[in-house]
């Protein structure tokens, strides 16, 4: 029964660590994308103010 107990928390553990990674990734990739986005942005409003 221990055994038992002790595969299902393993299990649940695996399940719970599959689904919160990817999750994890695309938060920070989002992240990573909004900062980039924002650099973009103002690097493109110099050049307009150079022309």
């Known amino acids: 029964m221990r055994a038992l107990k ?3 928390v393993a299990l649940g ?3 719970g660590a599959l689904i919160v990674i990817p ?3 695309l938060a920070g990739l989002f992240v990573w994308l909004k900062l980039t986005e924002e650099a973009d942005e103002e690097s493109l409003e110099l050049d307009r103010e150079d022309a």
Request: charged share 0%; hydrophobic share 80%.
């Open 13 to 15: 553990i695996t399940l």
């Open 23 to 25: 999750l994890i990734v």
């Open 6 to 8: 002790t595969v299902a």
